[in-house]
């Protein structure tokens, strides 16, 4: 850890620290102390300086810790999870992932950040990543029947996400084809799949999921669509540890069931859980819309509409909007 980092480790507790107290535990001059603790506003941290006293964080923070994400994890997780990194500071969890899968064989490993400063979203989107306030976690996971035996994937790492979050307390998770996380009219995470390898063999899939859990709007106006945060859903702040824990379980689960069986033993959890089942939507697949019923997934993931003749016909790819009901 350098010097900002044990410094965001003391203050997290939300207690009064002197500038010669945190001198003297991390080694530096007073100077030292207050320019960095300038820096943390540029993190979005809320410090209250009292005269002649010190400092102290507004909000206390808690931090991503891997002893304490690992103690909380079943011992058949534990025994799939191949490493568990934790960074401050990413570009993306998602992109780092992918360096590590090109390295190696990383299967099972779990990438987190404190912070990303290059989230990626779908379709090119960038993800909204303030520092300790939700949760951006990567995990890599090999296949070897290629990306077309992946086309479910998403929507099964989904049914895990809101396993997740309904044994974390939230109520009413629903999911929007093919892979948000919503509550309500609001959207509160997102899965981003990416592979590497061979795309009709060996390869290895990228699962990014973000969760927003406490984003300070600040931060929210960046975001281009209804939102909301776990924060305000509960009406108390959660731990991060847990949920991450809770995740990690979960994802291991579903994406080890769908290696072995595919995504037909999700499909009904799916349907039960989607929150455009018999609207009227329009799908935008480049430059063309096709509107229609929504009527869940086909056995493999793919969405089906039914068309304005009647017919039912089934899509892969594209961006689900829900058209206005008029
Ligand atoms: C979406 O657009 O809904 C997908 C959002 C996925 C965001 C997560 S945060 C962790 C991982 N790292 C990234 O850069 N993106 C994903």
Redesign the pocket.
Known sequence: MDVREQLIAIIADGKIHSGESLGEKLGVSRTAIWKQLKRLEELGLNLEAIKGVGYRLVTPLELLNKACIKALLSPSALAQLRDLYIHQTLD????RAKELAEEDSAAGTVILAER?TA????RG?S?V?PYAANI???LIWDFDHGAQALEGLSLAVGVGVRRALIEAGLPEVALKWPN?IYVGNAKLG???LEMIGDPAGDCSVII???INVNMPPSQSGEIDQSWTDIKTVMGDLPSRNHIVALLIEHVFTVVTGFQEQGFDIYRNEWMEADRLRNCQVKLIAGNTAVTGIALGVDQNGALQLRLSNGEVQSFVGGELSLRPDN
């Open positions: 993306s969890t998602n992109h990303q989230g990626r979203g779908r989107k993800w990543s951006y976690l990567s948000d997102g899965i981003l990014g999921i973000g």
